[in-house]
């Protein structure tokens, strides 16, 4: 299940698929779908799933607008 988003003091800043300033966040499958996709055309490199999900989920969020 997806994790909520956390600020500093732990409290709930963001939950995946919730709407922000009117537009939904992208869901958890949707940046593990990108992830994957950037993984398979960066040529499938080992030990950058953290990079990948960061990017996957700038990317998709610039795409809806909310960044």
Avoid: F, Y
């Avoid at 940046?31 to 998709?60: S, Y």
């Amino acid at each position: 299940m997806p994790q909520a988003k956390r600020g500093e003091a732990g409290e709930v800043v963001e939950r995946p698929g919730s709407v922000r300033g009117g537009r939904p966040s992208p869901t958890h499958e949707q940046i593990a779908q990108r992830a994957q996709d950037i993984w398979k055309r960066h040529g499938c490199p080992p030990g950058e799933d953290k990079e990948n999900w960061l990017e996957a989920e700038a990317e998709l969020k610039r795409e809806i607008g909310i960044q």
